[in-house]
């Protein structure tokens, strides 16, 4: 579907939805609906004429459709009779129509719940690229207001808008046969005007609305965004420039909503008068014709019931429109993340990869995010089943683009990334990625238990293997040293827990998954000195027997890799192991010189401050010295 939301187009996308073709219980419910709808405009039109019967029959005429040839039918065409009849016609048409509803809501939540599933799943489906292009806050609002955009989408026209054109077309039938043209053609000018305006007027809210719904996603995003680093807001004392900030968008957000309010009375206000002339109109025509003997008072106030109960449905149709109106702009976003066309996607006929040995193979690859700015630069090596390959180099050398790229996360411009031998895009992404493992440097964890965050791995494990895990991971003691154990909340993101505690759970996660090639995304890169040597004994016992790739920050962890390469400017700068790159002399061996040296002073340094603070007087050497003094 095209980027710009249509009411014809996002009812033809609805439709299967509504009529949807795997489910007759509802489509079921959608004819009982019509049917019921039928019924309560049917009985709609029936409480003008029981209306005006009662009143002529109080007023001495004899309109009901009844002689009173005998005692019973004059009983039925009696005053009381007739204003009963009215009263229960009143009654049946509101049962009826709240049948309808109520028969009709479950067709319209499924429809809703459908479209929200599919947006949620789409989501899922893009790239990573769209995804760190859009902010998180605006993305969930996103789908946030299309699905309530969609509800009322469906609501509004299956249960007001065409029950209304019914109900219209209805009384213009009726008025035609029980009065004359003229009082139609009055009800067609007030009805054609009292539409123009509520179009022109609601266009005009439209930029309101628009600049409403802006502010309201912009406040959220700034919310969200500084919730999220609470910790950074705290280390800068910024709360009051963050506060600042989200009142400044949330004034926007008020002067927007003031001007919507606003602009909603002047349609509302608008509408009551120009309906109130054609009310009017009709009315003085009857008077007129009550004075001249062609109508009865009953046809009065027929006319008069007749042009309220149709002035609540045209109301209606006034609010049905603008609520229509403004749903497709909270949804114009939500289809245009559907029409998005996922960058990565499974072949025709993909197959699923199989994993023999698992070597996994670069050959001369090449890629980019910007097609102006070069990153991988034809990249051809092996990392044999079993073995460790360890990837290093300055920033930007392209080192964790190799990892996205194995994951298929994008997709390479040029050469080809094989697995035994299976070029990665001939195969299913969900084989691909059900295959590798990745501990990355900085591990998210979903805001539930530890549990929970451990079976991510794999989804159907026990409780027995989760806690197997653990232990292999190294969290284990951890976990049961807190209150509620495995069931420990992580809080959001994982932030209840520690840097290196977070990397266990990552560490456990894959060791749960159990793949047969891993990546080690810098795992320990973030780390400090201590908890990097604890969490590197656990990943090299993850690590025995599978084929691991490494993008290594310290060089310190990856001494015992079986082939190191080195990466500078998307080409290979050099490769071998630990020693051969030593002896060597290039630029591995620069960076290792420069790693040890900053590692020596810092060494250094803590050593010098242990020996002052040993040597520093305390306040109890100075209180002595000064009695000794005095002495």
């Given at each position: ?32 609906s ?8 049917a009985?709609?039109l ?10 002529d029959?109080?007023t ?9 040839s ?7 065409a ?15 048409m ?15 939540m499924?429809?809703v719940r ?5 947006t ?8 990573l ?5 859009r ?7 996103v ?12 609501r ?5 808008l ?7 077309s209805?009384v213009?039938?009726?008025?035609l ?20 305006y ?5 266009e ?30 705290k ?11 989200y ?20 349609l ?18 009857c008077?007129a014709?009550?004075?001249n003997g ?5 046809d009065?106030?027929?006319i ?9 449905p ?6 049905v429109?603008?609520?229509?109106k ?8 939500m289809?245009?993340v559907?029409?998005?066309?996922p ?11 199989q994993?023999?040995n ?5 050959d001369?690859?090449?890629f980019?995010?910007?097609p ?35 994951f ?12 035994d031998?299976q ?17 990355p ?7 539930d ?25 190294q ?34 996660r894959?060791v749960l ?6 990546v ?14 604890e969490?590197?004994?656990a ?9 691991s ?10 001494v ?9 400017q998307?080409?290979?700068a050099?490769?071998?192991?630990h020693a051969?790159?030593l002896?060597h ?6 960076m ?6 900053a ?8 050593m010098m401050?242990g020996?002052e603070?040993?040597?520093r007087?305390t ?12 002495e």
């Amino acid at each position: 579907m095209a980027q710009k939301a249509t009411l014809g187009g996002t009812l033809v996308h609805l439709w299967p939805y509504i009529w949807p073709g795997d489910r007759a219980d509802l489509k079921m419910r959608v004819v009982w609906s019509v049917l019921l709808l039928l019924a309560a405009k049917a009985a709609t039109l029936v409480v003008p004429f029981t209306f005006k019967w009662a009143t002529d029959a109080l007023t001495g005429a004899d309109t009901a459709p009844v002689a009173p040839s005998n005692w019973t039918l004059w009983l039925l065409a009696s005053p009381l009779a007739l204003t009963l009849s009215y009263g229960l016609v009143r009654v049946l048409m509101a049962v009826l129509t709240q049948w309808r509803d109520g028969i009709f809501a479950q067709v319209a939540m499924h429809a809703v719940r459908k479209l929200a599933y599919r947006t949620f799943v789409h989501m899922h489906e893009l790239s990573l690229r769209f995804h760190l292009e859009r902010k998180t806050g605006g993305l969930t609002r996103v789908l946030e207001r299309g699905r309530l955009g969609i509800e009322v989408i469906v609501r509004m026209v299956l249960l007001q808008l065409v029950p209304t054109i019914v109900e219209l077309s209805l009384v213009m039938a009726v008025l035609l046969w029980q009065f004359d043209w003229r009082y139609v053609a009055v009800i067609m000018v007030t009805v054609v005007v009292y539409m123009f305006y509520t179009y022109k007027a609601t266009e005009w809210r439209i930029a309101i609305r628009r600049r409403m719904n802006d502010s309201d996603s912009d406040a959220n995003q700034k919310a969200i965004d500084s919730l999220l680093n609470y910790e950074t807001v705290k280390y800068f004392g910024a709360e009051e420039r963050e506060a600042q900030r989200y009142d400044k968008s949330m004034q926007r957000y008020e002067d927007a909503s003031v001007s919507t309010y606003t602009s909603l009375a002047v349609l509302n206000a608008g509408q009551a008068v120009i309906f109130t002339f054609g009310l009017t109109g009709t009315m003085l025509m009857c008077a007129a014709g009550v004075r001249n003997g062609t109508n009865t008072v009953g046809d009065f106030v027929m006319i008069n019931a007749m042009m309220i109960q149709l002035y609540q449905p045209l109301n209606f149709m006034g609010m049905v429109y603008r609520e229509i109106k403004q749903a497709i702009i909270d949804i114009e976003k939500m289809f245009a993340v559907l029409s998005r066309n996922p960058e990565v996607k499974d072949k025709p006929g993909a197959k699923p990869l199989q994993v023999a040995n698992g070597t996994v193979q670069f050959d001369d690859v090449r890629f980019s995010y910007d097609p102006a700015r070069p990153i991988l630069k034809g990249l051809s090596f092996e990392v044999p089943a079993g073995k460790t390959v360890a990837i290093v180099g300055p920033s930007g050398a392209g080192k964790s683009t190799i990892s996205r790229l194995l994951f298929r996360l994008y997709d390479i411009s040029g050469g080809a990334i094989r697995i035994d031998g299976q070029d990665i895009r001939d195969v299913t992404q969900t084989s691909l990625r059900s295959a590798i493992g990745m501990v990355p440097q900085d591990t998210v964890l979903f805001n539930d238990t530890i549990r929970y965050n451990i079976r991510y791995g794999r989804w159907d494990a026990t409780d027995a293997e989760v806690e197997e895990a653990a232990r292999t991971a190294q969290i284990d003691a951890f976990i049961k040293a807190s209150p509620k154990g495995y069931e420990t909340e992580v809080g959001e993101r994982g932030l209840k827990l520690s840097g290196g505690e977070k990397q266990r759970a990552a560490i456990a996660r894959t060791v749960l998954k159990s793949p047969p090639i891993l990546v080690l995304d810098e795992a320990t890169s973030a780390l400090d000195s201590h908890t990097e040597h604890e969490i590197q004994g656990a990943l090299e016992r993850v690590s025995q027997n599978r084929t691991s790739l490494v993008i290594a920050h310290r060089l310190s962890t990856i001494v015992g890799a079986d082939e190191i390469i080195v990466l500078d400017q998307g080409r290979i700068a050099e490769r071998g192991t630990h020693a051969q790159l030593l002896e060597h002399g290039g630029l591995y061996a620069s960076m290792w010189n420069r790693q040890r040296e900053a590692e020596e002073a810092r060494e250094r340094l803590a050593m010098m401050d242990g020996e002052e603070s040993q040597a520093r007087p305390t306040a109890l050497d100075d209180d002595l010295a000064s009695s000794a003094a005095a002495e």
